[in-house]
């Protein structure tokens, strides 16, 4: 029976994450935030990766572990073989955590580092057999990443936790930001996501007071040059490597912010046959850039939407007018922008945020059992008064027009009825129409 480790105390300073903290500390064997915050509780060693060659990331690495073992004099690593025995080595008395952050710009300063690794934790190996040490390759790539454990991957098999940590949810990204008022929460969430560091690192805890003050919190971070969240959203693209040709990304991503949802209508956007548009739209998928979805009244049509909020905003907002906001013109932009904002980039995230509650959050009653898909309907046009839908194991749907101006989502039965007046003629035929309901169901 195997052994139950005690699980660590999650730090005081970590917000929500119960969940990846209990699966990273129980891979760990009971010993980026949640990754150093592992290391630092279970006293194990954690290396940064930044983009170099691999002679200087070997140097640093070396550097690093020589102090944190306590050596006089830095390591030195002629192979990388060498240094993941190191690594091995450090895990013979206890389980131990190693992090290796930004493990992509590693693999790709050496592409055969994978290779390397799979060798060093050989079933029959004694530097294996003999160390309890817990490697922890991370990124922020998620196409690089997703492919590491694939099946032509070198590293398939020798995994003991695959674990992607998602951004915060609505309910917790409000709580995070520290904001009730759930229609600005929405707003803020429409512009940065759950993504945490947006808060602490990039506008440096610098929340919208009320809703009187979020066009000026808008001007001040998002689209102020002086704000690192200005160009966050193109840095989150150049940090793809599989992103070729980027300018047609850009025009892909900027096309579905303009409520182009289908592979047809982007294509028709940008001018080009569909054909061209599956390999980027595959490859945004990979990156986690783009969802696809099935369309919840149209089951033979995908529907794509954008990932990352702030992606989302970029290029309906920022992106046209990068020269009048380069110029320090938020303000001016705003406010010739801000209807845009609300229709383009508001309702649908409302929509999203419908679609997600409905299918994680509301009680099985709600739509007549466990709830297990969720979706929405492509129209002639998007906006305020999209329809989204859930459907339950039993075959039950409900259906619900997001309003994200006047009023919440409110969901329904399927059954509608559409009512005539007496009077009124039916369309193709003469005399008057009977009076009476149509009932669809």
Known sequence: MPRSCPRLPKPPDMFARDWEWSELTAFAGGKS????????????????????????????????????????????????????????????????????????????????????????????????LDSRTRLLLCGSSLSFMGKLLSGTSPLRGRAGLELVVHPLDFRQAAAFWGIEDHRLA????????????????????????????????????????RSPLYREARYLLADESDLRDRALYHSVLAALASGNATAGRIAGCLERPTSDITHPLTVLQDCGLVRRETDAFRRNRSVYRVGEPLIAFDHAISRPRLPLLDRGLAEQVWESSRSQFLSAVVGPHFEQICREWATHFAAPET??????????QVGSGHGPGAPGAAASRHGAAGWAWSRHVRRPARPVQRSWVHRRSPGRRRPGRGGAGRPGASVRR
Not at 78 to 83: I, K, T
């Open 367 to 376: 739509f007549g059992g466990m709830p297990i898909d969720g979706g929405g």
């Open 186 to 225: 929405l707003l803020v969430h429409s512009v940065v996501g759950g993504t945490p560091a947006y808060r602490r690192e990039f506008v440096r805890d610098d929340t919208p007071v009320d809703l009187a003050d979020f066009d000026a919190w808008v001007c001040r971070t998002a689209l102020s040059p």
């Open 33 to 128: 935030f949640l990754l150093d915050s592992l290391a630092r509780a279970a006293g194990g060693f954690s290396f940064c990766v930044y983009e170099a060659t691999e002679a200087e990331s070997l140097r640093r690495f070396g550097e690093e572990l020589g102090q944190y073992s306590g050596s006089v004099a830095p390591m030195r690593f002629d192979r990388w073989e060498q240094a993941v025995d190191a690594l091995l080595a450090l895990g013979k008395e206890r389980p131990l955590p190693v992090v290796i952050d930004e493990f992509p710009y590693l693999a790709r300063a050496t592409p055969a580092l994978p290779s390397i690794v799979q060798v060093a934790y050989g079933p029959r190996r004694p530097e294996r």
